[in-house]
C-alpha cells in the first residue's frame, strides 16, 4: 500500500480504539458510577472487549480496501483460514496456560492480587461477559496488531526481513502503549507477548494460533482474576510497581512454550506433507 496509507491505517486504528473504548465507558458509567475507576465491573470489561472488536472490523476493511487485497488474506495467507489448526492450537495453549496460572497461583498469588475465593452477582456479571466477548476481544487484537499494524508498517519496505522487523517493532510497541503500563517490567512483558504472537503468525502464516493463544491466555487470566477477588469487581493495577517478578516471569513461560509447541508441530506438519508429496510423485513416475 502508499506509504501515506499505511501511516494513515496506522494512525487510525488506536485512535478508533480509544475513542470508542472511552465513549462505551462513559455508557457503563450511567449505570455502574464512574467508569475511570480501576476495578473492572462487567459493563466495562464488555465496553473493553466490544471496542476492541469494532477496531478490528474496521482493520479489516481498511487492509483490503487501502491494501487492494481480499479482507481473508489479514486472517491467513497464502493458504485459506484453518479452523483446525485453531481449535487445536486453543485447546494446547489452554494446557500450557493453566499449567502456568497453577504455578503462579502457588508461588506468587499475592503479587496478582489474589485475595480469596468468593462468588457475588458481580463475580456472575464478569464470567458471563468473559465467557461471550473475551474471545472477540483476544481476536481483534491479533487482527488490529498482528494482522493489519504489522503488515502496514511492514510495507514501506519491498525485503521481506526488514518489511517484518519493523512491523513486529511498531506492532509490538504499539500493543504495548495501548495496554497503558507505566511499569518498565509489565511493559516489556506485553513486548515479548506480543513478538511471540507475531512469530506464530510468522511459522504459520496465518493468525489461527495467535488467536488461540491469546484467547486461552486472556480467558484463564480473566476468569481466574474474577474469581479469586473476593466476589468483588477486578482490581485493574499497571502503575510502576505494580509487576512482580515469578507473577511475569511463569506468564512469559508459557508465551514461550505456547511459541515452541506451534513451531514443533507446523514443522511436523510440513515435513508429513513433504513426505507424501514425495511419495505420490513417485507413484505417479511408476505408472
Not at 26 to 42: H, K, N
Not at 60 to 84: E, I, N, Q, Y
Not at 207 to 221: C, D, G, K, R, W
Amino acid at each position: 500500500m502508499a506509504w501515506w496509507r499505511s501511516l494513515l491505517l496506522i494512525a487510525l486504528l488506536p485512535l478508533t480504539l480509544l475513542l470508542t473504548q472511552f465513549g462505551l465507558y462513559l455508557l457503563a458509567g450511567l449505570v455502574e458510577g464512574d467508569p475511570f475507576a480501576q476495578e473492572l465491573t462487567p459493563l466495562k470489561l464488555l465496553a473493553a472487549n466490544l471496542s476492541t472488536g469494532m477496531t478490528a472490523l474496521l482493520a479489516v476493511a481498511l487492509v483490503g480496501s487501502f491494501a487492494k487485497v481480499p479482507w481473508r488474506v489479514v486472517f491467513s495467507f497464502p493458504r485459506r483460514f484453518d479452523r483446525r489448526r485453531l481449535l487445536i492450537y486453543f485447546f494446547g495453549s489452554l494446557a500450557i496456560v493453566g499449567l502456568g496460572m497453577t504455578i503462579v497461583g502457588l508461588t506468587a498469588s499475592e503479587a496478582v492480587g489474589w485475595t480469596g475465593f468468593g462468588v457475588t452477582g458481580t463475580t456472575a456479571g464478569l464470567l458471563v461477559v468473559t465467557a461471550l466477548t473475551t474471545p472477540v476481544q483476544a481476536a481483534g487484537e491479533e487482527i488490529v496488531f498482528r494482522g493489519a499494524v504489522l503488515p502496514a508498517a511492514g510495507s514501506w519496505f519491498r525485503a521481506a526481513r526488514p518489511a517484518f522487523i519493523t512491523g513486529l517493532v511498531v506492532s509490538s510497541l504499539m500493543f504495548a502503549l495501548l495496554h497503558g503500563s507505566s511499569d518498565p517490567m509489565l511493559f516489556a512483558y506485553y513486548i515479548f507477548f506480543s513478538l511471540s504472537t507475531a512469530l506464530m503468525g510468522l511459522v504459520t502464516r496465518g493468525l489461527e494460533a495467535a488467536i488461540a493463544f491469546h484467547t486461552a491466555n486472556n480467558l484463564l487470566a480473566t476468569t481466574i482474576n474474577t474469581l479469586f477477588t473476593g466476589g468483588g469487581a477486578v482490581a485493574v493495577d499497571r502503575s510502576e510497581g505494580s509487576a512482580g517478578g515469578l507473577a511475569l516471569l511463569i506468564p512469559a513461560t508459557a508465551s514461550l512454550a505456547v511459541l515452541s509447541m506451534v513451531w514443533l508441530r507446523e514443522r511436523h506438519t510440513h515435513r508429513t506433507g513433504e513426505k507424501h508429496r514425495q511419495s505420490g510423485t513417485e507413484r505417479h513416475s511408476l505408472w
